[in-house]
């Protein structure tokens, strides 16, 4: 099986709690970090996150880390983490990596690193 | 990893006498049935597993689904299947411009402007391409891929979700996703500062109940048209048209406008056919990793080694 780094996710909603919905991840790329800082993960982790549905506007996450190859029980990452409903018509912003532009920013802000290519 | 290395690599795989996605081609679904397992990784169907599948009558207002753009050839990989940059055989002048099968030139209609813009990028495919390593095609070193490109170099499989206000695509080899809006609202002025996307802007609207028209601006100058190294003003145009055919088939008409660089406005794809993959499609995660690139060019010189 290929491993993914965004891994593969299942949702199922519980009957008897009709806002709640959960969702288990299975198969992320181990090369990938928890967060930024640093923390590890298997090719075994599974994460659940559950979205619990509050009101309206209101959805709270609860996001499980369980990883017995890396961590010795489960433990949240997020605990009733708040959501708050965004208009119809909210447009996200576009945040994607260029490595060009990671250059630019790297001569403003950072230090400089060395260039493979001039071409690019 | 890079898209056109994945590219050259499939293409080199497939020469050296056998192919990975031979033994992962799969026939659409027939109806649900039971699975000893969730499906993962799908590849898109080929051509043949389309012949002779029942059609039914095209819904009305309704693109949603998974699409598969790879099987009548959504792998443009030297330049747009309209304007392709190189068919074995045919004559091609110094910039890509080509007969086509019927001998019949083709020559896209390049502005002064757009004729050094074109000359500027060095791509490796098609009839222009460098070596490479002479190359200075952003996407080699993981840019993102934008709009049209995924439309126009690897379109292999993408998903369509409809909303209230909105048509989101998500799209496979570039990992990306669009949002269309369809609430009524109007194109952003493109000249009015507002910075410039990978994947442009988009409205869209039903012009019948089967056919939805898209357009997008404020697309960044920085990526190109297509492998072949076509380029783009920030002030470029794109029409996409969908056509919903019938149950399975949905054609795509995509017009490239952009006067600064081009005298007229010209099609990049006409009538592209793209083919509905069974709802539990489960689509390949295709993320550009820099730090994957060193073994992918590995990978290759060992394949170039053995031919």
């Known amino acids: 099986m290929v491993l993914v780094a965004a891994g593969q996710a299942l949702a199922h909603h519980s009957f008897t709690a009709e806002y709640n919905s959960t969702r288990k991840t299975t198969g992320p790329n181990p090369k990938s970090w928890i967060d930024h800082a640093g923390r590890p993960h298997s090719n075994q982790l599974r994460v659940v996150e559950a979205y619990h549905r509050v009101d309206h506007d209101n959805t709270e996450l609860t996001l499980q880390i369980v990883d017995p190859k890396m961590y010795t029980e489960p433990w949240l990452a997020l605990n009733k983490f708040s959501l708050h409903l965004q208009p119809a018509d909210f447009d996200i912003p576009e945040l994607l990596c260029s490595p060009t532009e990671m250059k630019g920013y790297n001569n403003d802000v950072g230090d400089p690193v060395p260039v493979v290519n001039q071409n690019y | ?307």
């Not at chain 2, 891929?145 to 209230?164: D, I, K, Y």
């Not at chain 2, 496979?172 to 609430?183: E, F, G, K, L, P």
């Not at chain 2, 072949?228 to 406008?257: F, K, Q």
Request: glycine content about 8%; charged content about 25%; overall charge negative.
């Open chain 2, 1 to 307: 990893m890079p898209k056109r290395f994945l590219v050259s690599a499939v293409v080199l795989v497939a020469l050296s006498g056998f192919s990975p996605f031979l033994g992962a081609q799969t026939a659409p679904a027939k109806g649900a049935q039971a699975k000893a397992m969730p499906p993962w990784d799908d590849a898109p169907p080929q051509k043949a597993a389309y012949a002779g599948i029942t059609k039914g009558p095209a819904p009305r207002r309704d693109l949603s689904g998974f699409w598969n753009g790879e099987a009548e050839g959504g792998v443009q990989a030297t330049g747009a299947l309209e304007h392709p940059a190189l068919i074995p055989g045919h004559p091609v002048d110094e910039l890509g411009g080509q007969a086509d099968e019927k001998n019949v030139a083709r020559p896209l209609p390049y502005t002064p402007a757009g004729l050094a813009a074109l000359k500027a990028n060095k791509p490796t495919a098609g009839a222009r391409g460098v070596r490479p390593g002479l190359q200075n095609d952003s996407v080699d070193i993981c840019d993102p891929v934008g709009f049209p490109r995924m439309a126009l170099s690897q379109f292999r499989a993408a998903e369509f979700e409809q909303t209230a206000n909105q048509v989101i695509v998500v799209d496979q080899i570039s990992y990306a996703w669009r949002v269309i809006w369809t609430d009524g609202r109007a194109l952003p002025d493109v000249k009015s500062g507002a910075e410039p996307r990978w994947n442009g802007y988009s409205v869209g609207r039903w012009v019948d109940d089967y056919t939805f028209v898209v357009q997008t601006v404020g697309l960044d100058e920085r990526s190109w048209l297509d492998n072949a190294g076509r380029p783009h003003t920030a002030n470029m145009r794109v029409e996409e048209r969908y056509h919903r055919v019938d149950s399975d088939t949905l054609e795509l008409t995509l017009t490239i406008d952009d006067p600064e660089y081009y005298k007229q406005p010209w099609q990049a794809l006409n009538k592209f056919v793209l083919h509905r993959l069974p709802d539990d499609f489960d689509m390949r995660e295709s993320f550009c990793s820099p730090s994957a690139i060193p073994g992918y060019k590995k990978l290759l010189d060992n394949v170039t080694a053995d031919k």
